[in-house]
Structures are given as C-alpha cells and as structure tokens.
C-alpha cells in the first residue's frame, strides 16, 4: 500500500486529493511489470485500463503497413497514459510497448469513471494534463508540417532534454532509450538525415555523442533551429 500511496503522489492528476481519498485510489490499483520491449496494448485493443508508470519508459506509436513506426510520444515514469479510451469507451488509437523494464499502476475503467465522478479535484488536474497534452500535439504538428529537417531534430532533442535531460554544471545529459532510428521517426526524418544532422552539430560543438547519452553544450544554439 505505501508503494502506490508513494506512487500516486507523484503523479500530477492525484497530486489534489486528500489523504483518505489518495488511499481509496491506492486500493484500486493493482501492480504490473513489464519487460523491455513487451507490448503493453495494441492499437485497436479495447481500452478498458489506465496506466500510472512507476519506473521506466514507454513508447506511444502507430504502426504502418511497411513495417514503419511513428512513435507519438515516450512516456516516464510519473505518468499515465492509456486515458482516451477510458473517457470516450474507443478502442485504443495507437500501440504501447515498453522501451525498457517498467512498472505500472493500472485502474480499471469502472473504477476510473467512479473517480472522476466522486472526486473534482482530479477531474481538474485531469482537465489540466490533457489540455497540456493538447498544446505539445499541436506543437508536434507544427514541427512536422512547417519546420526543416534541422528544425525538427532540434525540437525533438528540446522534448528529450525535458524528458531526459540532467543538468550537471554547464552539460545537458541526455540518456534516453530511444534507439537512433526512434529519435530519427519521431523526429520525422529519414536515420540518414538524423545521423548527418547530428554530426555536424558535433562539428560545430553543440553536442556530443557518448554511446546512447547525447551530451549537450548548447542548448540556445538548438532552439535557434526551432523559431
């Protein structure tokens, strides 16, 4: 119980609710792991569970045809996902699998629905994250309709700095799980692109790659790309 209690108060739409109203929840979720590269749902699956991720990273994406993915969005631990088709009883839009080994907290959508109805101040926070969640869509979109292949790298490695990122002095840290090939769909450009856009940022001195860390000198010069 202390584990999800703990849990669940880091996770910003619980973050309002009561100490007593906090345990009710904690007592409706039940603990799942998952090992990397397991596929949480399938696009299509009936959505019938919310996810609070305790440890580790997922990947949102949609499949295609061709073998390809575009990856929507990674998820950290400290947030949910799996919300759209609790709230609107649609199948699930997109696939989720794990980009290492994860824990999640999982509701079913009864017991969901409840919560939402007994407890405003989650509905609020609820609200809030999904408005947020709207306006970083809309600045995906942005990216991939109006700015260049150097644009888009740029913002994506911004979003991974947000995501990933440690500051240590004057560094930015960037360990993400994410494969090259993953940075470069979810960037929107080809692996070639990516690599050679990442090498003469390298050339210039504004990152450094150290295995999978990017380690990144300058921060500025990457949100030049992006105006």
Do not use: W
Request: glycine residues 4%; proline residues 1%.
């Amino acid at each position: 119980m202390d584990l999800k209690m703990n849990a669940l108060k880091n996770v910003d739409i619980f973050t309002l609710l009561e100490e007593s109203y906090l345990k009710e929840v904690a007592n409706l979720a039940s603990l799942k792991s998952f090992k990397k590269n397991k596929v949480i749902f399938h696009q299509g699956d009936p959505g019938n569970v919310l996810f609070v991720l305790l440890s580790g990273q997922v990947k949102i994406f949609i499949d295609h045809e061709d073998g390809r993915e575009s990856i929507l969005k990674v998820v950290c631990e400290n947030e949910f996902f799996g919300e759209m088709s609790l709230l609107d009883g649609e199948f699930r839009s997109a696939t989720i699998s794990a980009l290492e080994d994860s824990k999640a907290l999982i509701i079913s959508r009864d017991d969901f629905i409840n919560i939402v109805k007994q407890y405003p101040a989650f509905t609020l926070n609820m609200l809030a994250t999904l408005s947020r969640r709207i306006r970083n869509a809309d600045n995906k979109i942005f990216s991939l309709t109006f700015l260049d292949a150097y644009g888009k790298v740029s913002q994506l490695l911004i979003d991974l700095i947000k995501n990933n990122g440690k500051r240590i002095d004057e560094l930015i840290v960037i360990d993400s799980p994410l494969s090259r090939l993953e940075m470069a769909e979810m960037a929107g450009v080809s692996r070639e692109t990516f690599a050679r856009i990442i090498n003469k940022y390298q050339a210039k001195g504004c990152l450094k790659l150290e295995g999978r860390n990017i380690v990144v000198f300058d921060e500025a010069f990457l949100k030049k790309k992006i105006i």
